[in-house]
């Protein structure tokens, strides 16, 4: 068992100007408050035989999602009794409105009417940990998993269209910067909440291209409704969206795709599951025992017959709340990309949950969160807080708690599923960029647009 130093609970409620611009919008949930997620599992898993070393100190724990494919691993855990098997019977999952209102109800936490934790854009909890963007009161927070990889795209209005703006905007970089003279306003894009994954993937997407997405363009964090509608209207001209919209936006000829992130960057990092150092400080066994029912829905998603059950939990009325014809394609790995290109047909370019191409997808790898930050150098933010590698290292190895992870896929058997390191090596990126987390300083320097 680790032994988990305790932190002292801080409680804050921030009323902020982003928390609009931070919603996730899906049919049906626009404006949400929290609320509680479906009823218990759906198909009861035969309980574990727990030790009484194993069984958790609590049976509850209340955590945050968004409705969005991220979010799916949480779901089937407590539908299908994944949880519960563990002995972590009580376990609520709350709706978020959006990301800033998770931050928001993380920060006071379960016990003041908030969440302990949940679903979390990277590095969101790194952020929170410290202060950054929680108005300087800090909120200790622990990584202990990767929900998914992959489930994400750039979307671009159909006025663009034959133009060149697709996955490489090379040859339509001149097009996109000469906006301002040719129609009177720069070409706006949008992500969902500032400094996270949305953001990055669109920013390394126009910089692969040779557009600076801090002068060339407007990039805004937008809801998803209203930058829809902007689309249609032609107002706004490009977003970096995830599953279900990538399907309705083709489906409803409100744009095309440009790319997926998995043409992007194959296998990335995507959204993960972060708790309050203080919870899991205090319930030590109880979140081993919440690990190992999320490894057990991951790897039951995965199975390709069970795709079609997860998706009729998903899009039910309790959680996504969306036809389950939005949510089928991309669990298929189908994706109609508009704009005269290929429909993509490849289960591995779509959400996956427990393995892929490069290796495990829950695990925590050290190495995708120093990508996050190296990124967060790269474009300048949070520049008085994380000034350097060497503080975004401190940062990483003390939210990083991976050594949880293996400890529960241990205990629960899935040994040949443990990565032998905290570093999956050398990333590449779509564009020939490499990012080798021995040396990121190497990465940042053979970058041409950056703001360091």
């Not at 407590?78 to 109800?105: C, H, I, P």
Request: contains cysteine.
């Amino acid at each position: 068992m680790s032994n988990f130093s305790p932190v002292t609970r801080r409680k804050f409620l921030r009323t902020s100007a982003l928390s609009a611009a931070g919603a996730i919008l899906l049919k049906g949930c626009a404006g949400n408050p929290p609320e509680p997620g479906g009823n218990n599992a759906s198909s009861s898993q035969q309980a574990a035989n727990l030790s009484p070393e194993m069984q958790p100190e609590t049976t509850a724990i209340k955590l945050g999602y968004i409705p969005i494919v991220e979010a799916a691993a949480l779901v089937v855990a407590k539908e299908q009794g994944f949880f519960a098997k563990y002995g972590m019977t009580d376990v609520e999952l709350s709706k978020q409105a959006n990301w800033a209102s998770a931050r928001d109800n993380v920060t006071i936490g379960s016990e003041g009417g908030g969440i302990d934790g949940g679903q979390w854009q990277m590095p969101m909890p790194h952020l929170i940990t410290e202060g950054i963007i929680t108005n300087g009161r800090k909120v200790p927070m622990y990584v202990l998993a990767q929900l998914n990889t992959q489930g994400n795209g750039i979307a671009v209005a159909p006025i663009h269209e034959g133009k060149g703006v697709t996955l490489d905007i090379s040859q339509a970089a001149d097009y996109i910067k000469s906006f301002p003279s040719t129609n009177g306003r720069k070409f706006k894009a949008a992500h969902t909440f500032p400094n996270v994954n949305q953001d990055f993937w669109i920013r390394y997407w126009f910089a692969a291209g040779g557009v600076d997405p801090d002068t060339d363009i407007d990039l805004l964090a937008v809801p998803p409704a209203e930058t829809v509608q902007g689309m249609r209207n032609g107002t706004m001209d490009a977003f970096s969206t995830g599953d279900p919209w990538p399907y309705r936006i083709i489906a409803e000829d409100i744009g095309y795709m440009a790319g997926l992130t998995s043409q992007i960057w194959q296998f990335h990092p995507e959204e993960y599951l972060a708790i309050r150092a203080d919870w899991v400080d205090k319930n030590p066994k109880a979140t081993k025992a919440l690990l190992k029912g999320l490894m057990e829905a991951q790897q039951w998603i995965d199975e390709n017959n069970n795709r079609a059950t997860a998706v009729k939990i998903l899009a039910g009325r309790n959680y996504f709340n969306v036809p389950v014809d939005i949510l089928d394609a991309p669990y298929k790995g189908n994706y109609k990309m508009g704009d005269g290109k290929a429909e993509v047909k490849d289960i591995n370019m779509g959400p996956l949950y427990w393995k892929d191409g490069k290796g495990n997808v829950s695990y925590p790898y050290k190495s995708h969160d120093l990508w996050f930050l190296t990124e967060t150098l790269r474009w300048g933010f949070h520049k008085d807080q994380i000034s350097d590698l060497d503080t975004a290292q401190k940062i990483i190895d003390k939210v990083n708690r991976e050594d949880i992870w293996r400890e529960a896929a241990t205990e629960a058997g899935f040994t040949a599923d443990i990565p032998a390191s905290t570093s999956r090596g050398v990333e590449t990126f779509f564009d020939g960029v490499t990012f080798d987390p021995q040396n990121p300083q190497a990465y940042l320097n053979s970058l041409a647009i950056k703001q360091v």
